[in-house]
C-alpha cells in the first residue's frame, strides 16, 4: 500500500507538472518540489537553551547583537528622512544611534542580500573565496530572463553556464571559512541566529554548522510573512515585477528551528516579523546569565508585501496601496526591534550589549516605491550609493559615546574585527574588516579604510578616498564621481580626470587579480535603472546598469 501511495503521488504530481507547464505557470514547480522534500509541520514551540540561574560575579564580556534588515531603504527610517511617505516613524531603531554612535558613511559590502551576508559573517570580501553572487535557483534566472519581451533593455540569459551552476542548496558558505559566531563561541559566547540564513542549506554549510548554538532561522532567501489567505494580512503584488511572482508562487511561510529539543521545518507563529522579534526577546532571557551574540536577521522590508491589518489600518493617510502596506512592514520592524531592545532592558542587559543594525543592501528598485534611497541615487543591484548604503548604528553605553557620530567609511566587515576585539580574541589576521572600536571612542581619526572595492561579474567598482570609480562593461562606461564634494553622485568627472580613471581601474585589475573564480557563474545579466524604479517607462536616455546573478 505505502509503494503503491507514493506512485500515486508521484503520478499527480507529473500530472500537476504537465498541467503547469501547459499553462506556463512552470515557474511554480520549484516551491511545490521543495515543500515536498521537505514537508512543513504545524507550529511548536522552540525550547531556547538556558544559561545559568545566576549571573556570574566579576566583569562580564559584552554581548553581541546584531540585527541586520533585509532591502531597508536608506530613507525608510525617520532618522535619515522622513520615513516612507513622510508618515511612518521608526522611534526604536532610530533610538539605537541616537544613543550610540552613527557611523554617518555606512556601507554594505555587496548591493545584493547572501554576498552581503557571507561578507559580514567572515569579516572578508565575499570574492575573497568566491561568493560573488546571490544564491537562487536557475528556474529564477530562466523566468525573469524571459519576463518582459517588450522592454527596451533586454536581460541577458547564460543557457550555457547552466551545466556548472551546483543544487541551489549547495550554494553558500565555504565551511573552511571561519564565521563571526565560531570565533565568538570559542570565546565562551552562546551563539543564536534567528531569521534569514541564505547561506546554504546543506549540512556542513547550515548554521548549526558554522557556529551557531542555536538557529531558528529562514534557509532560503525570504519567506512569507504570513500566508496570502490570512485573514489578517493585507497583500500588496507587484503584477510588473517578475521576481514578486516568482516569490508568490514559490515561497514557503516556514522556519527552521536546530536546538537542544531537536530540529524541525515549521510555520511561525503569527506574522514572521512580530514572531522573530518573540523569538529574540525570549532568548534573551533564557541567555541573560551568561556571553552571548545574537545575529538577528529580519526579512523585511523584502518582497513578497504584506503587513498585518492592524499595522495597515493604522496609516489610512497613506493613499497608495503598496506604499501604504510596505509603511506597515516598517512599523512592524521598528516594533520588532523595540521588542528586542525592551528585553535587554528587562534583564538588566542594557548596558553592557553592544547592539549594530545594518541593512544588508539598499531598498530595491523592484518595489516601485521612487525615494526610499532618497537623497541618493541608485538601487540594490547598483554600487551606486542608494545601493550599497546602509544605516550603520553602534550602541554600548558601557563602552561608547552616546549621541555620536563618526563619518566613516565603515563596512559589513568590519562588524567581525569590532566584535573580536570587543571579545578580546586575539587579532584575525585574515580579515579584510577594520576594528571600529577606536574610531567609535575618538580615540582614532581619519577614515578606518582608505580603499574599498565591490564586484558583481564584469560590474566594479573601487572607493578610494573620497574618489569613487564604477566601471562597467554592459554597458561599456565608467563613472567617476567625488564623494567629498558630490556625496550624492549627481556629477560625472571622468573626462576630466583622465589620469586618475588610469589609477583607479589599476587598483581594481589588481584587486580582482587576488580573487579566485566565483564558486558558480552568474547566469542572469538584467537591467536596472540608476534613477526609477522598476514600473517606470524605459526610455532610451536612462542611465543603467546590468546586475550579474
Given at each position: 500500500m505505502k509503494r503503491l501511495a507514493i506512485i500515486g503521488g508521484a503520478l499527480a504530481l507529473l500530472g500537476l507538472g504537465g498541467f503547469l507547464l501547459w499553462q506556463n505557470y512552470w515557474y511554480y514547480l520549484p516551491g511545490i518540489i521543495g515543500n515536498l522534500k521537505n514537508p512543513i509541520s504545524a507550529n511548536t514551540d522552540v525550547v531556547w537553551s538556558q544559561?545559568?540561574?545566576?549571573?556570574?560575579?566579576?566583569?562580564?564580556?559584552?554581548?553581541?547583537l546584531v540585527i541586520v534588515v533585509d532591502d531597508l531603504g536608506y530613507n525608510d527610517i525617520s532618522i535619515n528622512g522622513g520615513g516612507v511617505a513622510g508618515v511612518v516613524q521608526t522611534p526604536n531603531i532610530d533610538a539605537i544611534g541616537r544613543d550610540g554612535v552613527i557611523v554617518e558613511q555606512g556601507y554594505t559590502s555587496n548591493a545584493t542580500c547572501s554576498p552581503?551576508?557571507?561578507?559580514?559573517?567572515?569579516?572578508?570580501?565575499?570574492?575573497?573565496?568566491?561568493?560573488?553572487?546571490?544564491?537562487?535557483?536557475?528556474?529564477?534566472?530562466?523566468?525573469?530572463?524571459?519576463?518582459?519581451?517588450?522592454?527596451?533593455?533586454?536581460?541577458?540569459?547564460?543557457?550555457?553556464?547552466?551545466?556548472?551552476?551546483?543544487?541551489?542548496?549547495?550554494?553558500?558558505?565555504?565551511?573552511?571559512?571561519?564565521?563571526?559566531a565560531e570565533m565568538l563561541r570559542?570565546?565562551?559566547?552562546?551563539?543564536?541566529?534567528?531569521?534569514?540564513?541564505?547561506?546554504?542549506?546543506?549540512?556542513?554549510?547550515?548554521?548549526?554548522?558554522?557556529?551557531f548554538n542555536e538557529a531558528l532561522g529562514i534557509m532560503q532567501g525570504a519567506s512569507m510573512f504570513l500566508p496570502p489567505s490570512d485573514p489578517n494580512v493585507v497583500n500588496a503584488r507587484l503584477?510588473?515585477?517578475?521576481?514578486?511572482?516568482?516569490?508568490?508562487?514559490?515561497?514557503?511561510?516556514?522556519?527552521?528551528?536546530?536546538?537542544?529539543?531537536?530540529?524541525?521545518?515549521?510555520?511561525?507563529?503569527?506574522?514572521?516579523?512580530?514572531?522573530?522579534?518573540?523569538?529574540?526577546?525570549t532568548a534573551i532571557h533564557a541567555n541573560r546569565n551568561r556571553p552571548f551574540f545574537m545575529y538577528l536577521s529580519f526579512t523585511a522590508v523584502h518582497t513578497p508585501l504584506q503587513a498585518t491589518r492592524e499595522d495597515y489600518d493604522a496609516l489610512s493617510d497613506v493613499p497608495d496601496h503598496t506604499q501604504r502596506v510596505y509603511g506597515a512592514m516598517i512599523r512592524a520592524l521598528d516594533r520588532g526591534v523595540g521588542r528586542v531592545m525592551q528585553a535587554l532592558r528587562d534583564n538588566g542587559l542594557d548596558e553592557n550589549t553592544i547592539v549594530i543594525?545594518?541593512?544588508?543592501?539598499?531598498?530595491?528598485?523592484?518595489?516601485?516605491?521612487?525615494?526610499?534611497?532618497?537623497?541618493?541615487?541608485?538601487?540594490k543591484s547598483t554600487f551606486f550609493e542608494g545601493g550599497i548604503r546602509t544605516p550603520y548604528f553602534i550602541r554600548w553605553p558601557a563602552g561608547l559615546p552616546r549621541g555620536a557620530?563618526?563619518?566613516?567609511?565603515?563596512?559589513?566587515?568590519?562588524?567581525?574585527?569590532?566584535?573580536?576585539?570587543?571579545?578580546?580574541?586575539?587579532?584575525?589576521?585574515?580579515?579584510?574588516?577594520?576594528?571600529?572600536?577606536?574610531?567609535?571612542r575618538g580615540e582614532a581619526q581619519g577614515a578606518p579604510s582608505q580603499r574599498l572595492f565591490w564586484r558583481s561579474g564584469p560590474y566594479r567598482v573601487v572607493r578610494d578616498g573620497d574618489w569613487k570609480l564604477q566601471v562597467s562593461e554592459t554597458p561599456n562606461r565608467v563613472w567617476l564621481f567625488n564623494l567629498r564634494d558630490d556625496p550624492t553622485e549627481q556629477n560625472e568627472v571622468s573626462a576630466q580626470h583622465p589620469d586618475r580613471v588610469a589609477a583607479m581601474r589599476a587598483m581594481i585589475e589588481a584587486q580582482n587579480a587576488a580573487m579566485p573564480r566565483p564558486l558558480w557563474p552568474a547566469l542572469i545579466e538584467g537591467p536596472v535603472r540608476i534613477d526609477v524604479p522598476l514600473n517606470t517607462p524605459w526610455t532610451e536616455e536612462q542611465e543603467h546598469i546590468y546586475w550579474s546573478n
Open positions: 544559561g545559568p540561574a545566576e549571573a556570574p560575579s566579576g566583569e562580564r564580556a559584552p554581548n553581541i552581503s551576508r557571507a561578507a559580514l559573517m567572515t569579516g572578508r570580501y565575499p570574492t575573497r573565496f568566491g561568493f560573488e553572487f546571490t544564491s537562487a535557483p536557475p528556474e529564477f534566472a530562466r523566468y525573469i530572463s524571459h519576463s518582459d519581451p517588450s522592454a527596451l533593455r533586454q536581460p541577458i540569459f547564460h543557457e550555457d553556464r547552466l551545466v556548472d551552476v551546483p543544487p541551489r542548496e549547495t550554494l553558500g558558505l565555504p565551511p573552511s571559512e571561519v564565521t563571526i570559542d570565546r565562551g559566547y552562546h551563539t543564536m541566529l534567528l531569521g534569514k540564513w541564505h547561506l546554504g542549506e546543506v549540512p556542513d554549510m547550515r548554521p548549526e554548522a558554522q557556529g503584477d510588473f515585477d517578475p521576481i514578486d511572482r516568482f516569490l508568490w508562487a514559490n515561497l514557503p511561510y516556514a522556519v527552521d528551528w536546530h536546538g537542544a529539543d531537536g530540529d524541525r521545518r515549521m510555520r511561525p507563529r503569527g506574522y514572521m516579523t512580530d514572531y522573530l522579534a518573540e523569538e529574540a526577546a543594525f545594518v541593512s544588508d543592501n539598499g531598498g530595491a528598485w523592484y518595489t516601485g516605491l521612487a525615494d526610499i534611497n532618497a537623497p541618493f541615487r541608485g538601487w557620530t563618526i563619518p566613516g567609511p565603515a563596512t559589513h566587515m568590519d562588524i567581525f574585527a569590532t566584535a573580536a576585539a570587543a571579545a578580546g580574541a586575539p587579532a584575525q589576521p585574515q580579515l579584510d574588516g577594520v576594528n571600529l572600536l577606536p574610531y567609535l
